[in-house]
């Protein structure tokens, strides 16, 4: 769904064939802000290139990716994404149940996990834990990195002093500070990952609009095998993920995420630090996910 400044803008930045195309779709109903995303479902922030959807979009994480990988063993970094997601799960079925057939964002969370090759014996145990799990509140920090970077650090605790406490420490250390408003440059949108083999941008960006998709981002997993990001309201997701389906697409995965409105660009030795920060905050058993909107300087 693309309003017709959305259309316009598509009209000067595409190639003539791709307009074309895009003439041939239905009228559109409505618009959101468009932004881009940082958004791997548990911590990692991808490298990410806008197709220039919209006219308003920015510019992707030019080898953000590379700095921020897991450092140390594969094993070690693997430990820590079923340790992720199992908080996710909890989280989850605190919100909604434990019936994923009842509950989609726990649906989405288990999407995520098999995507990852989870194994489904700790995707059991983990729903089995949440349901048995004592009371634990959700909260989200908002704070300042290096550079200026605007950070969300989602976290899920039974002793909130101790968590407030703990996170504090850990941006003191690395360059960082609490900051209120540091929300407001997320907005939170359906974000919808495909395999982006052998698709081009002409076809990612008709992909978009066919699909309903506010923005298409190119990124890349882990393996650096291309990926993109379709980004949505999160009123849409089930519907933009479903036609991307019927569009012949392979979903990689499909939830929620933190999306930045605008980025700070940070020069190698910000990106060092923010490097260091965000791994440590990762590293705190309490900290569920973090979200920044940062960007390599070009």
């Not at 791709?18 to 548990?42: E, H, I, T, Y």
């Not at 908080?87 to 995520?112: C, F, T, W, Y």
């Not at 995507?115 to 145990?125: E, R």
């Not at 933190?258 to 058993?285: G, R």
Request: aromatic share 4%; net charge neutral.
């Amino acid at each position: 769904m693309a309003a017709p400044a959305l259309l316009r803008s598509l009209r000067t930045l595409r190639p003539p064939a791709l307009a074309a195309v895009s003439g041939r779709l239905p009228a559109p109903d409505s618009v959101l802000p468009s932004a881009s995303c940082a958004p791997s479902p548990v911590w990692r922030t991808l490298l990410v290139r806008t197709l220039l959807l919209s006219a308003a979009s920015c510019a992707g994480h030019n080898k953000w990716s590379k700095v921020k990988n897991i450092k140390g063993p594969k094993d070690e970094a693997r430990g820590k994404m079923i340790m992720k997601f199992g908080m996710m799960i909890r989280i989850a079925v605190k919100e909604g149940g434990s019936n994923p057939d009842l509950n989609l964002h726990l649906a989405q969370i288990l999407e995520q996990c098999r995507s990852k090759n989870m194994p489904k014996a700790s995707v059991d145990a983990a729903i089995k834990s949440a349901e048995k799990a004592k009371p634990a509140t959700q909260h989200m920090f908002e704070a300042r990195g290096p550079g200026g970077c605007s950070l969300l650090i989602e976290v899920l605790t039974d002793n909130n002093s101790r968590t407030h406490q703990e996170v504090k420490r850990l941006l003191t250390k690395n360059g960082g500070m609490l900051s209120e408003g540091a929300r407001h440059n997320f907005s939170r949108r359906g974000v919808v990952l495909v395999s982006g083999q052998n698709v081009s941008t002409e076809r990612a960006l008709e992909l978009a609009i066919e699909a309903g998709a506010e923005d298409v981002l190119e990124t890349e997993d882990e393996e650096e095998k291309p990926l993109l990001q379709f980004i949505c309201d999160m009123t849409e997701l089930h519907k933009v993920r479903v036609s991307l389906e019927k569009l012949g697409m392979q979903i990689s995965s499909a939830g929620l995420e933190f999306v930045p409105h605008n980025h700070s660009s940070l020069d190698q030795e910000q990106l060092d630090a923010a490097s260091t920060l965000i791994e440590a905050l990762t590293d705190y058993p309490d900290v569920v996910r973090v979200w920044d909107n940062i960007q390599a300087h070009s």
